[in-house]
């Protein structure tokens, strides 16, 4: 079992930077996939960006690409999204997620996660 709990988000004007933080329990963190989602009103849940097992390569939506930076530090057993220069349409409950099995950076990209944290807001102003 790993838990899951996410930190960091609030309200900023578009522009603006947030760190999101997600801490993790349970097992070795390194062996996990660590992944952030989100999900706004009425809207699906998306991916945004993943950090593959032990500090392997990273992938990331076209949507953030440039502006967002996922980073783990396994020692402290804490994955980050590094948010920067935020849209309004960046605006969402965003979530992150463990992943145990061996997958493609494809199948990555799909909400097919072990495990879950609640999800913190993000919401950015125009």
Request: hydrophobic share 35%.
């Amino acid at each position: 079992q790993v838990q899951l709990v996410e930190s960091g988000g609030g309200l900023v004007q578009a522009g603006g930077s947030l760190r999101l933080s997600c801490a993790g329990s349970g097992r070795t963190f390194s062996n996990y996939a660590m992944a952030w989602f989100r999900q706004a009103p009425g809207k699906e849940r998306e991916f945004v960006a993943v950090s593959r097992r032990s500090g392997g390569s990273t992938y990331y939506a076209d949507s953030v690409k440039g502006r967002f930076t996922i980073s783990r530090d396994n020692a402290k057993n804490t994955v980050y999204l590094q948010m920067n220069n935020l849209k309004p349409e960046d605006t969402a409950v965003y979530y992150c997620a463990a992943r145990g099995s061996i997958a493609t950076i494809m199948s990555l990209t799909t909400p097919l996660y072990d495990y879950w944290g609640q999800g913190t807001q993000v919401t950015v102003s125009s």
